[in-house]
């Protein structure tokens, strides 16, 4: 049996730690801080000691002690939660790393009231800087509200360049023209599309590879092909049952997002369609829910969680900002696409 020791006397300290260590409380608040000036025999030194101490940061003390408040805050506005879970999980791990919180705020951009929760989200705001996910990350009126406060942002995802922050990004459009292509090459030339509601600047984007690849085959994007969802799988049911009603229903269905490909795939089902021998269906983001589904889901892997962890890092640095940062993707092929019969 080994032994568990539990500490009855209080937080532990810095000097606590620096005891430990041998080294000088400077020292200590040098590693916590990641800072220079250690050198790396002591860092990991120290390190054990804070591991071993289970020392936690007084997160007050330290916003007090300096120009921080080491405090993040990550803004969301999208009604999928898988997306939005993977958003948060990455700059939360990434907090977590350099002792410092997020904070994890909705908001709700097509309200009337809008203007209002911006202006309460910073009154009296402390943060460090915000994460902004879409469609906050290309809302005009909030992007010019943290311009005035002079509030440091990374942006995620945006559709638009602007002045404000470090846009983090990945070629939607590009990404979009490769699995289109994947199902091209598979024989499909009716393909249906469902694209995401108009505020998401990756709805423009996916829509836009998707048609460059029709059109670099020879054909032209068929406007009664294409229907419009909003990232849920209730809508993508919608417009399952829209599309595969037509009587000259499309071989394939690419959907902006996992979510709403799942959509159609439990309309198909209940059409008594089977996957992928009389429909294709494809999606992307490569969430939760394309391996939830049987079978598993084509789809387009977005690093989601690699993305907000380095909107955080971007943020805790305080070094000059880079004005975009790119990631790659991947089209993963799975069981829903097959070849097109006839």
């Known amino acids: 049996m080994g032994e568990m020791r539990l500490k009855t006397n209080g937080p532990v300290t810095l000097s606590d730690v620096a005891a430990r260590a041998g080294v000088s409380i400077k020292t200590v608040s040098r590693v916590v801080n990641r800072e220079a000036n250690v050198s790396s025999a002591t860092r990991e030194r120290v390190e054990a000691v804070l591991s071993d101490l289970d020392y936690r940061p007084n997160i007050f003390a330290r916003s007090l002690a300096g120009s921080r408040s080491y405090l993040l805050s990550l803004l969301f506005d999208n009604p999928n939660a898988s997306y939005v879970h993977d958003l948060q999980l990455g700059a939360l791990r990434q907090c977590r790393a350099v002792g410092y919180h997020l904070i994890v705020e909705e908001m709700d951009s097509g309200a009337a009231d809008f203007e209002q929760q911006v202006a309460r989200l910073l009154q009296g705001s402390l943060t460090d800087g915000l994460i902004l996910t879409p469609p906050l990350s290309d809302n005009a009126l909030l992007l010019a509200a943290l311009a005035a406060r002079g509030l440091p ?11 404000v922050g470090t846009a983090i990004l ?29 505020g998401h ?9 998707f ?11 068929e406007p009664d092909l294409v229907v419009t969802g909003d990232f849920t799988s ?4 919608e417009a399952g049952e829209r599309l595969l009603a037509r009587p000259d229903r499309p071989t394939a269905i690419f959907a902006s997002n996992d979510d709403m490909a799942l959509g159609a795939m439990l309309t198909a089902s209940r059409l008594g369609l089977h996957i992928p021998e009389d429909l294709s269906v494809a999606g992307f983001d490569d ?7 049987w079978p598993q889901l084509t789809t ?3 690093p989601v969680t ?13 070094e000059p900002m880079p004005r975009r940062i790119m990631f790659d993707l991947e089209v993963v092929v799975r069981g829903s696409t097959g070849v097109a019969r006839g």
């Open 170 to 198: 990945i070629d939607d459009a590009a990404a979009a023209a490769e699995l289109t292509t994947h199902l091209l090459d598979l024989g499909h030339r009716r393909i249906g599309f469902i694209e995401g509601p108009s």
């Open 287 to 293: 969430s939760r829910t394309a391996l939830l589904t």
């Open 211 to 221: 048609a460059s690849a029709l059109r670099a085959r020879g054909l032209a994007p």
């Open 201 to 209: 600047g990756a709805t423009r984007l996916r829509y836009d590879g």
């Open 153 to 163: 942002c990374v942006r995620i995802a945006p559709y638009t360049a602007g002045e």
């Open 300 to 302: 387009v892997r977005q």
């Open 234 to 237: 209730r809508s993508g049911m």
């Open 306 to 318: 690699d993305m907000s962890a380095a909107a955080a890092r971007v943020l805790i640095s305080r």
